[in-house]
């Protein structure tokens, strides 16, 4: 466990610990580099002792670094130091699914649907990018305070092994699917299954398969039938329950096949809760269990029959090679021969016999054939006790497997390489290389002997040199199939930004206007001189200059030096403000004198979260500003409002009304860059905006054919400053999804 105050790579120093899992504990921390709060997943020690599953949890990370969509929780970095193996995220100011479903005991049925949705587009984005989550659950997934839903911890998963996972998975069984507790292939449907789970629960309440360890809730997931949600909730709709039933089919093929068509069907149930449009697909009936009747029974026990086989080669058997094609008739019906009828006759006389035999319960002597013959009453009982041999073994098979004490042929391969350091079986993957910041040409070398295919996507801005590749789909370091092609990005050159004037704001108001911008920003505190009345020229805590000055065009990624203001200098000793129930931005800019401040949280029902609770020193004590502690503890709050959702919406509801009223106009005029796979065919633009709970939806661009990047100029609700906006491309004459982009607007008139 990290204490506070440690600082890990020389740039994230350690504010609190926010959370722990099976694998990892989560801390919030200062980055310093870009002067932000984020949130550090730190490996717990007994997993940093594999080598194997550190790899891969790299890998893994690496690869969900390259994602980004507002339902995703960003990684920013990922590392070591000194043995302490972390991934750096967005910092998220919320709670986990799992503790607002604890709280509220199961969801409304649009907030549960809402929710399912957002998850669904982020699982979406990730899959689109080649990455399968693996595992999908409500812990994974996080509220914020302002009721937006992201999934997290992507790649974990993945990372792990059956030799590295042991009573730690116990949250993760409950939402496992058939294929992973069976320890066989998971992909895309896997998140699917697991996501049905998790809707099952947040409806419910309650988790459909429930255990006293891992092994018996794995079984239910292999052999039981869930509890209907409508049993536990009498109210769900049946398109809701349809939805879920589809999401957790047994069987991988009678699940959905795209994230995308759950979305659909879980925007349908929106509006039509009681539609039968869920298409649950249909067993086989040739794979259904046929019952037969007594009397056939009997019948199929006393009936004497034959199987026969080829009959075996002899000197008199012309092989295949050697055999005469005889000429064949026009009549496509087998010519009737004497042979033919002598046999047909022998046939029907053996039938009649032992009819008359099975009437008279009398013996039937049987006419031996050449080949191999079986009596079927004998037959059929023995395949059931072999049927009932090979379940069980693969019952035991599995249960040992769940339980650690059985080794897959893979986990048995990772023990003998960590032992003897060579790898017993031949992995002809290749290790995907780095091309950023290099030419074409360079990248062409770079790949000239891997196997691996490279494609050009087209141009976006950045902050690498024109002409460079500047992204690529696949990160640098992961491993993926011979032949496997890498999409990247050429840049064309930072975009041009005007440096925005944050002077006399707040150190942290200016600091995320800045990067808002796209700008690295570099803090730097002085102390100031006084004005002709002995006061400082800035208060303490707020910005005095900028460099480069306001209105400089600049690059994105370019670095500006905010400098900020510590007041007059009184030497080693400065009062203490009192900044007890202050918000804790209100605080830190209040103490803007002192560089040493320690945020503790602390959970109090009875102090709104942000509130400082207590501060030490006490006020108007005196302490060092330079080198002195100060330590807050601010409230992390102890429960959430009734409806932290829907009044997010309300409130946004209420602001769009004023804005409506007073007749303002909202726009976005990002840019679009070239969509992935994109063929140069009619497109459509669809923007999806949540005004007041509600998803409104329109067509900004519809069959027409775009240049890209396109600057976009299209106008949104007013008030609503977010969106999604939807790429459809016309191929084969259907609208097809190609890109989904996060868009903001801001108010122009």
Known sequence: MLKNGMVIAERYEI?????????????????????????????????????????????EAQAA??????????????????????????????????????????????????????????????????????????????????????????????????????????????????????????????????????????????VPFDGDTT?????????????????????LPTSLEQIIFKCTQKSVNRRYERMEDVIEDLRHSLIDPNGDFVQLNVVNNQAKTLVFTDKEIGEIKNTPKTIQTENPPNKKTASPANKKKKPQSRSSK?????????????????????????????????????????????????????????????????????????????????????????????????????????????????TENTNIGLQNMGEEPSVYAKGLICRQEIAAGTKVAPHTTIRYYISEGAAEVTVPDVSGMSEINAVNTLQNSGFIVDVKKEYVEADDYGYPLADPGYVYLIEPPVGTQLQVGETITLHVSRGLDYGDSAEVPDVVGMSRDQALTTLGKFLNIQIVEEQRADVAAGEVISQSPEAYSYQDPNN?????????????????????????????????????????????????????????????????????????????????????NITGVPGVSEGTLYLYELIDGKYQELGIYSVTFSRVS
């Open 15 to 59: 504010t609190a610990k926010i959370g722990a899992g099976g694998m990892a504990d989560v801390y919030k921390a200062m980055d310093h580099k870009l002067n932000r709060y984020v949130a550090v997943k730190v490996l717990k020690p007994e997993f940093r002792e594999d080598a194997t599953f550190v790899k891969k949890f790299r890998s």
């Open 65 to 206: 670094a390259g994602l980004t969509h507002p339902n995703i929780v960003s990684v920013f970095d990922v590392g070591d130091d000194e043995g302490v193996y972390y991934i750096v995220m967005e910092l998220i100011e919320g709670i986990t699914l799992k503790e607002y479903i604890s709280k509220r005991g199961k969801l409304k049925v649009k907030e549960a649907t809402s929710i399912a949705i957002q998850v669904c587009m982020g699982l979406d984005a990730a899959h689109r990018h080649g990455i399968v989550h693996r595992d999908v659950k409500p812990q994974n997934i996080i509220i914020s305070t302002d009721g937006k839903v992201k999934v997290t911890d992507f790649g974990i998963a993945r990372a792990a092994s059956s030799n590295t996972i042991s009573s730690n998975v116990m949250g993760s069984v409950h939402y496992s699917s058939p294929e992973q507790v069976r320890g066989g292939y998971s992909d895309e449907k896997s998140d699917i299954y697991s996501l049905g789970i998790t809707l099952y629960e947040m409806v419910t309440g309650k």
């Open 215 to 235: 092994v018996a809730i794995a079984i239910k997931h292999l052999q039981e039938e869930m509890v209907p949600p409508r049993e536990l909730t009498p109210d």
């Open 334 to 446: 087998p010519r009737t021969t004497a042979k033919n009828k002598a046999r047909t006759s022998r046939s029907a006389s053996s039938t009649v016999s032992a009819r008359k035999a099975q009437e008279k319960k009398l013996p039937v002597k049987k006419k031996q054939k050449k080949g191999f013959s079986v009596d079927l009453g004998f037959l059929l009982p023995m395949l059931g006790l072999i049927a009932g041999i090979a379940l069980l073994v693969a019952v035991i098979v599995v249960v040992g497997r769940s339980a650690g004490l059985l080794r897959s042929g893979e986990n048995q391969r990772s023990s003998v390489e960590a032992q003897t350091g060579t790898s017993t079986v031949q992995d002809d993957r290749v290790a995907v290389p780095d091309l950023l910041g290099h030419s074409e040409e360079e990248a062409r070398s770079l």
């Open 628 to 712: 002195g502690l100060i330590v807050l503890t601010v409230s992390s709050g102890n429960d959430l409002p009734q409806e932290p959702v829907s009044a997010a919406y309300l409130e946004q509801a209420s602001l769009v009304e004023e804005a409506a009223a007073a007749g303002e106009v909202w726009k976005c005029t990002q840019r679009l860059n070239t969509p992935s796979g994109y063929g140069g065919g009619l497109v459509r633009l669809q923007l999806l905006q949540d005004v007041g709970g509600q998803s409104q939806s329109s067509v900004v661009v519809d069959s027409e054919a775009l240049t890209f990047p396109y600057q976009l």
